[in-house]
């Protein structure tokens, strides 16, 4: 793994997290392989978050020793150039001398790294896009500031254990389209936006009252957008479209697919999954060598 080979001489790590979903959008394998580096967590397309969510979430994660936190967004770029001052604090031995800062950013796809380069840099380096996987190789760029920038393409762990974060990560388009079906998603986005922004869901469809089902959501948004099928059925493939890309999109207002609380109740839930794993992959094996 490139990013393992390489960490033995950054001095601190740059880790990119959709500002909408951090706990599903962080690469547990990066927190492994830092140890005790110094890391800033760059909240990315923060413009798109519930800002008191995001507080929230720079609270939670600023309290984990070597961590520090910036909320940023592409409408302020002065905000995001604060980060090479960041790394300067936290390596406050080097930027007293001559040698330079290096630094790795990291981050799953589409989460917002290449548009952070450009900033950074002042010109375009990085290819950026709302498409996952834009990033192919690896790149290093001097700032002529101190500071040294490695980027690595964009890296989505092997496998998605908790689903719920598979569900949010497919809803800000961090995984492509193709992996998962429309309507499952959508009505997993639709359900938490019932709980979490029921007002922003009613305003933006022109809802008088919200049905009592997910589903019952996406067909009362393809009658108002005519995603009618004949005999008048709703196309709930194409009112999942739409729901989609209008979140991605903003349209619907700054929302926030998670909450720190959420994260810790999700994290205790997969620690249970992953014993129970184990426990019946042991017994299976004790079966097994009594059965020889």
Same mark, same amino acid.
């Given at each position: ?93 080097? =930027?007293? %001398?001559?040698?330079?800062?290096? #630094?790795?950013? &990291?981050?799953? $796809? *589409? @989460? ?31 700032? =002529?500031? %101190?500071?040294?920038?490695?980027? #690595?393409?964009? &890296?989505?762990? $092997? *496998? @998605? ?132």
């Amino acid at each position: 793994m490139k990013i393992r080979e390489a960490l033995p001489g950054v001095d601190v790590l740059i880790e990119v997290l959709d500002a909408r979903i951090p706990f599903s959008s962080q690469n547990p394998m990066i927190e492994q392989l830092r140890g005790n580096k110094p890391c800033i967590k760059v909240l990315s397309k923060s413009d798109l978050a519930d800002t008191d969510i995001t507080r929230e979430w720079q609270q939670y994660m600023d309290a984990v020793k070597g961590v520090k936190t910036i909320a940023i967004s592409p409408d302020d770029p002065e905000k995001t150039r604060q980060i090479t001052e960041l790394c300067r604090k936290m390596m406050p031995d080097k =930027n007293a %001398g001559v040698k330079n800062i290096h #630094t790795m950013i &990291v981050g799953i $796809p *589409n @989460v917002g790294k290449s548009t952070l380069i450009n900033t950074l840099a002042g010109r375009t380096i990085a290819k950026t896009g709302n498409e996952p996987a834009i990033t192919k190789s690896q790149q290093r760029i001097n700032l =002529n500031n %101190g500071i040294v920038l490695s980027d #690595t393409p964009g &890296v989505l762990w $092997p *496998n @998605v254990e908790n689903i719920n974060s598979g569900y949010r990560l497919a809803i800000t388009g961090a995984i492509r389209d193709t992996a998962m079906e429309y309507l499952d998603v959508a009505c997993f986005a639709s359900g938490y936006l019932m709980q979490a922004y029921p007002r922003q869901l009613m305003r933006r469809y022109q809802l008088d009252e919200l049905p009592g089902s997910a589903l019952e959501v996406l067909e009362s948004i393809g009658r108002r957008r005519g995603c009618l099928r004949s005999g008048g059925k709703v196309d709930l493939e194409r009112v999942s479209k739409i729901l989609l890309h209008e979140i991605r999109a903003g349209a619907l207002g700054p929302i926030s697919l998670e909450t720190p609380a959420m994260a810790e109740t999700e994290s205790a839930e997969l620690i249970k999954i992953r014993q129970q794993k184990a426990e019946k992959k042991a017994a299976r094996k004790e079966k097994w060598k009594n059965s020889r």
